[in-house]
């Protein structure tokens, strides 16, 4: 009489190379190779711009490139590009801080109402709606720079402050975000609670709805800031006088002005180096708020 004695399952062969190192282990290693090589192809022109600040108008061409120098030429630099043109500079920090922070802030709350609607209303064409913005999140701004400037010199806004603003209010993948964000950190069952306590669309929406979907459109104002904040195409077609350039167009500006004049070099890379310092503020102090998984809700 034979027992039959239950089969082991059988370990997947693991090709071991004359070091003793398993094969997996290399392949393994080629993603993380892969990805180093773009972080250094991403901070390396970012390091440039830092060293090539700390150096004089004379070093900037004359030392090698990777060289810092240790005197006070980023000091200099800097006093010199608060003194370019009566300071126009900070003048166009405050444009970049005016059109980020209120476009950014407004089209988070224009996001947040849509996709909050989207998201918790059920009506006829809703699907059709959300497709349709979808569709805005392929299409290029250079596609809509020039009907948007059309649209806004109809109507006589154009070279000002709204005509940078206007056109950045609606964002469609800001919309994308908050509706996905909504639909799973505010449950149904919380909002048939307030109705039946007689609260209002509004005030389920404002004391209930923001306050669940508050992590999501932190992050949807942070990359809506960062993306005014760096947009040069939209302001550069909008806006002809100087002292409505954000930094971008202003930067450019100095650039062209610096083929003439090559000591404005530093004054462009400086300025740069200080563009990208607000910037690096706003991330790392909301950086804490940020949602890798949208799906996670405010229920406990």
């Not at 005014?228 to 806006?239: C, H």
Request: aromatic share 12%.
């Amino acid at each position: 009489m034979t027992i039959d004695t239950p089969a082991r399952p059988v370990a997947s062969p693991v090709t071991v190379t004359r070091t003793g190192r398993p094969r997996r282990s290399r392949i393994a290693l080629l993603p993380t190779a892969v990805l180093l090589l773009g972080a250094v192809y991403c901070l390396v022109p970012t390091l440039w711009i830092l060293i090539a600040s700390t150096k004089s108008r004379s070093e900037l061409f004359s030392t090698a490139t990777y060289l810092p120098s240790f005197g006070s030429g980023l000091v200099d630099n800097i006093a010199d590009l608060s003194s370019y043109d009566s300071g126009v500079f900070w003048h166009w920090m405050l444009n970049s801080f005016l059109y980020a922070g209120v476009g950014g802030f407004v089209a988070t709350a224009v996001s947040a109402a849509t996709g909050y609607a989207l998201a918790k209303y059920r009506f006829r064409g809703r699907s059709l709606l959300f497709n349709t913005i979808l569709a805005g999140v392929l299409l290029p701004q250079v596609v809509l720079a020039v009907p948007q400037y059309l649209l806004l010199a109809r109507v006589g806004i154009t070279d000002s402050y709204a005509a940078v603003i206007l056109p950045q209010l609606f964002n469609p993948y800001g919309i994308y975000l908050c509706r996905i964000y909504a639909a799973a950190s505010v449950p149904d069952s919380l909002l048939d609670a307030g109705r039946m306590d007689g609260a209002s669309e509004w005030r389920m929406f404002s004391a209930i709805g923001l306050r669940l979907m508050a992590p999501g459109l932190i992050t949807v104002f942070l990359l809506q800031f960062i993306v005014i904040w760096n947009n040069f195409l939209l302001p550069f077609v909008m806006v002809t006088s100087d002292d409505k350039f954000p930094l971008t167009v202003g930067l450019y500006s100095l650039l062209r002005h610096g083929a003439n004049q090559a000591s404005l070099y530093s004054l462009v890379i400086t300025g740069t180096l200080l563009s990208v310092v607000p910037v690096i503020a706003l991330f790392l102090s909301l950086q804490r708020y940020w949602r890798i998984d949208l799906v996670t809700g405010g229920l406990k």
